[in-house]
């Protein structure tokens, strides 16, 4: 059995209160050993020794120089870590969290027998507890079920990532019979809650503070020393940083790429005012755009797509850069 996918794209308004999405572009690396603990807490900007088994943290892996080689969400699920996250950021990172794995006593490698499929809405909840037990919450994020993990993000629309291997992930599908979406739409959520989604070109761009990780508790500033920690710390200390991660939007008919460049007016003049990390095209012509611009942009100012006419209009996060 195959879960029927609706390749529609509404805009955000135009979501069903209650539907689905299918992951089928998302991923995670896996960590587990005697040292995996000790290991990974070297190696990313959250405290992984906060962690328990019913823990949700945000979090990115930085180089030597504090730029970012992926976002993800971290849990525990059967005695490992893992690091939920974007396919396309997977290579990288895993292959530098590898090379310096061989020092110690813990196995890493890409999750490649999971599935991954979110309920999204007011009535996932309810649709969640006729199934299971227990359903997560703010107060409990991560619930392990036998072989099924359930994470519950919080968001403008609750949403309930399901965890589990294809075959149990399927079934569960038919038994919700909900309008299913592809991962487009997840970006599209991504987008208006501000977690940041690194397009391939935009991988070891960026430092964690330009994609507000700070604003959603991805570092931690009393962790100690981890890769990239001193550039981190002088960034957040120092006053050093001067971008950050805006959700924006814009109608247009013409189509958009994730590494076009946002421009700002200038007098008679346009200049590049920031990049595009990830976006989302409805099918009604309304646009929604995750970039990174200078954090101390005026109110006023007027942006647009590069060579484009469309006036783009920046969206209210649902946290505070300050």
């Known amino acids: 059995m195959t879960i029927s996918i609706d390749n529609a794209l509404p805009a955000f308004e135009q979501l069903p209160d209650t539907f689905a999405v ?5 991923s995670a690396i896996s960590l ?15 405290d992984v020794n906060t962690s328990n088994e019913n823990s949700f943290i945000h979090g990115a892996h930085c180089d030597a120089k504090g730029k970012v080689f992926s976002t ?5 699920r059967n005695n490992a870590h893992l690091l939920l996250q974007s396919k396309n950021t997977i290579p990288a990172s895993l292959k530098e969290l590898k090379k310096f794995g061989v020092f110690a006593k813990v196995d890493i490698e890409e999750v490649t027998d999971l599935a991954y499929y979110a309920l999204v809405g007011s009535e996932a909840s309810s649709l969640l507890q006729q199934k299971f037990q227990q359903v997560p919450d703010s107060l409990t994020p991560v619930i392990n079920l036998g072989s099924t993990t359930i994470v519950y993000i919080a968001g403008l629309k609750s949403r309930y990532l399901l965890i589990d ?51 959603i508790n991805g570092i931690s500033f ?29 109608v247009q008919s013409t189509k958009i790429n994730s590494d076009d460049i946002i421009e700002k007016q200038l007098g008679d003049n346009w200049r590049k005012a920031g990049n595009m990390l990830t976006t989302y095209q409805a099918d009604n012509g309304t646009v929604y755009i995750q970039a990174v611009l200078a954090n101390d942009l005026e109110e006023n100012t007027n942006l647009r797509i590069k060579e484009q006419q469309s006036s783009i209009v920046v969206q209210s996060l649902p946290y505070s850069l300050n």
């Open 222 to 250: 009393t962790k100690g020393c981890y890769l990239g920690q001193e550039t981190v710390a002088r960034m957040q200390y120092l006053g050093k940083n001067k971008r950050a991660l805006f959700s924006l939007s814009a």
């Open 72 to 76: 993800f969400r971290f849990i525990n």
């Open 165 to 215: 291997n294809k075959n149990n992930i399927e079934n569960l599908a038919s038994e919700f019979s909900l309008t299913t979406y592809n991962n487009k739409v997840w970006n599209l959520l991504e987008i208006i809650d501000g977690f940041p989604t690194l397009n391939a070109s935009a991988i070891s761009q960026y430092v964690p503070q330009m994609l507000n990780l700070q604003a």
């Open 22 to 26: 299918l992951l089928d572009e998302f």
């Open 32 to 46: 587990s050993g005697e040292e995996q603990s000790s290991y990974l807490q070297g190696q990313i900007t959250c």
